[in-house]
């Protein structure tokens, strides 16, 4: 028989969350899963058109969310956001501008825009929602705070897997996220006496379903690089994401939860 208490660590009924680049690959997958576990989800994305398409094919999951239409590097679009809100009980610092590209056709203005949109829209996204967390944490007893990173953050990409095909992670995109794993640390070492929580999630190989049928020999590559042999499915990112959100995770703070089938532990 179930522990109903132990299955309400996952409830996240009343609580309120913002996912930037929601209506992405993996941030609809984790849209979904907050939805399904009974959050209110804002999807964030550039585009508001793209947004309320979004909103309307979430609807025929019985997953009801709201949209804010906004670029995360629009600091002062951001801090007007995010000081309007009473109460964030979960904030994911998903977005990221960034384009694949070898080591000589990197740009400065390419690593400018990589750090700008990884570590610097996050930091000013959680200062200016720093009130909507406390107030969470103050009704919920924590808030949380997730940071998308990613193997590459973690390990240098193996040039042998993209050869001539162009894919390559780009080097301004690596080194972006790492810094992200640093400020993960620092502001939860703020923010431990406020109870708000903060943690990152480092994806491994998650490639876009229609890229799969394009370049399944790549695909096959990626897989064989992970302890699983295989790549990941979008879905397999919201368990992390709702397992650090809610009650399951409340004495989990400053810490990085890889979800790569292995990839970094070789």
């Known amino acids: ?5 132990s299955a309400q660590l996952f409830r996240l009924d009343g609580r309120i969350a913002f996912v930037s680049g929601g209506a992405g690959h993996l941030g609809e997958a984790m849209v979904r899963g907050l939805c399904a576990h009974g959050a209110h989800v804002i999807v964030n994305g550039r585009n508001e058109e793209r947004l309320k398409a979004f909103q309307t094919r979430m609807s025929s999951f019985d997953c009801h969310v709201s949209t804010a239409a906004f670029d995360m590097m629009d600091f002062a679009a951001s801090r007007a956001f995010f000081g309007g809100l009473e109460r964030l009980d979960v904030l994911v610092n998903n977005a990221v501008t960034m384009e694949p590209g070898k080591v000589a056709d990197q740009t400065p203005d ?46 240098a990409p193996d040039p042998r897997i993209y050869g001539t095909s162009g894919l390559n992670s780009p080097p301004a995109y690596g080194p972006a996220k790492a810094g992200l794993l640093q400020l993960t640390r620092h502001m939860a070492a703020h923010w431990g006496p406020e109870r708000i929580r903060v943690n990152s999630v480092s994806p491994g190989p998650f490639p876009n379903p229609n890229f799969v049928k394009e370049k399944p020999d790549f695909a096959a590559t990626l897989a064989s690089k992970t302890m699983l042999g295989r790549i990941g499915a979008s879905g397999e990112i919201a368990g992390a994401v ?5 009650d399951a995770a409340s004495f989990v703070t400053g810490t990085d939860l890889r979800v790569d089938g292995g990839w970094t532990s070789w």
């Open 242 to 246: 709702v397992f650090l959100a809610g």
């Open 1 to 5: 028989m179930s522990d109903p208490a």
């Open 110 to 155: 390419q690593f400018d825009i990589a750090y700008r949109s990884t570590v610097t829209a996050a930091f000013e996204a959680m200062r200016a929602a720093e009130p909507a967390l406390k107030a969470a944490a103050s009704s919920a007893g924590h808030a949380s705070v997730i940071n998308i990173a990613t193997m590459y953050a973690h390990v």
